[in-house]
């Protein structure tokens, strides 16, 4: 039990792990938790249970707690249903989850649907809120990448439309599955690699297939060394998915969300197509945008 | 104890399997036998009993064996390196493989490799020396299906140029391991969505990593089955790898090789494209592959 008195608590609940944040009224974290009980390991039952096993130390009575994330899907906690696009990047539409505890009440902020293209976000659309929180009036295009990598249009504080790119997904499948683990096996990076790669997926993208039966060859003929080959591949991947996402991104203020390396190579790779944009580190965007949604709970 | 007396031996020995044909000088098949210890399973040293495990009842006295196959690959029995192309179909280096047992001679087929842009075959090429054996004098491009697909192009008895796409591996990798796995968990085939997946995956093939993305979308928010995803993600998939093989395919004379459904798929994706291919049975031609490099052997 620790002696914190905190306001409401924040949880970003996703996929694989959930992270949450204890917070006073002005917006200062008083105490920061985490597990790796994410959605997918849970049953609907057991999402309370693994929330009280980390924030019940926090806990002083009656408790507000604002998630966003997989917890709202239909395999998650409680479904909390998307709002379509075009619609406002903050919503006050939260649904909220069956709790045993009395003096706990869990609010869950719904994702974003686009009927056509067919496509959805979670979790996304808390950052995106916590982005133009800390950035008002911003309009333009936002890249979060990760997994499933989405480029979402943002205009006149809406989501306009959005498009998501399974190229994290299929470097994860590619190095850990496929016949290229042992090729790309190396913790080293090879930036020129990564350059020629990109070059090549952005300027003939439907060769992707056959681009990555070739890392194979050129490891077995020309000796590639695996950093070079691992590398090529993300180049690769993510060149393809430039060449697909051009419509968002071309003559656009971009911003990228995410702190890490992959960002960091989005960032390199719209550079040097004459696109800057903007790295924004994820955590305080996230923890922004539940920020925004619990004001809008009390307002 | 069988009671046959073969005069040689043809064995195809891939990564996850191995299947062996005991052959009469005439070219009957007099037994057949397979198992499950492919090149993947097995050390160096583990080849010849698991050889023996399928051929020793056919073995009378001197034994001949013709192999092809991941098993002349730098990590199977003995490493048959690779011809380059353009090389003849019809080749004569075969390099032999260690054995304990004296009455038994082991012969491994080369594959073939290309130096630029980087590319490998082995087994394949037996396919190819054994179509050309049943059609004789044949110019054109070769399709051969499967985990990785090969287009050859093909004339004047040698083999020009090839490209291999990894199509098949994908689709496993997707519809196995990655966030489509439910999405397209179904024994049934949807033809329509097979149709307009090649149609989308030919017009806009560097949107694959968004199209895959989108069958889950489908899914969530449209309920497509399970049936038509599958069907779709595998047009998606070929019609991506048409786009880019078209320099094989257009205005071409072609025979798509393999008897099962997938070969089906490319043949009619090519008819869609006005560009006619003759399916052609795979079995028998390897086992005329084999046959035919087993004269050149006798010579």
């Known amino acids: 039990m620790t002696d914190i008195q905190p306001d409401w608590i924040a949880v970003d609940w996703g996929t694989t792990n959930m992270r949450a944040w204890a917070m006073s009224g002005s917006g200062t974290v008083l105490a920061e938790g985490a597990s790796d009980n ?5 049953t609907p039952e057991q999402f309370e249970p693994a929330l009280l096993d980390v924030i019940g130390p926090w ?5 507000t707690v604002l998630a966003c994330g997989m917890v709202g899907s239909r395999q998650g906690w409680v479904e909390a249903p998307y709002a379509a696009v075009p619609c406002p990047v903050a919503r006050e539409a939260f649904a909220q989850a069956p709790c045993k505890t009395p003096d706990l009440t869990v609010h869950v902020i719904p994702g974003i649907k686009q009927e056509s293209p067919a496509d959805v976000m979670r979790g996304e659309e808390t950052q995106i809120a916590g982005f133009l929180e800390l950035n008002p009036k911003w309009d333009g295009i936002i890249c979060l990448p990760g997994t499933h990598t989405k480029w979402v249009h943002v205009s006149a504080d809406e989501v306009v439309s959005f498009q998501t790119f399974m190229t ?12 290229l683990r042992h090729s790309v096996a190396s913790d080293d990076w090879d930036g020129a690699a990564f350059d020629s790669g990109l070059a090549d997926g952005m300027a003939r993208p439907e060769r992707i297939a056959a ?32 060449a697909a996402a051009k419509p968002y991104w071309l003559g656009q203020q971009i911003a ?17 197509q004459s696109a800057p944009a903007t790295q ?20």
């Open 38 to 42: 994410g959605m997918s390991k849970l």
């Open 59 to 63: 806990m002083q009575g009656p408790t």
């Open 168 to 179: 994290g997904e299929l470097f994860a499948l590619l190095s850990q599955h496929s016949v």
């Open 211 to 242: 681009r990555l039966f070739s890392l194979r060859a050129e490891g077995l003929l020309h000796g590639l060394p695996a950093a070079a080959a691992k590398a090529r591949l993300s180049g690769l991947l993510i060149g393809t998915e430039l």
């Open 256 to 272: 990228v969300i995410g702190a890490g390396g992959l960002s960091k190579r989005y960032v390199d790779a719209l550079a040097a």
């Open 280 to 299: 924004v580190k994820g955590d305080a965007i996230t923890l922004a945008g539940l920020t925004a949604a619990y004001r809008r709970l009390k307002g």
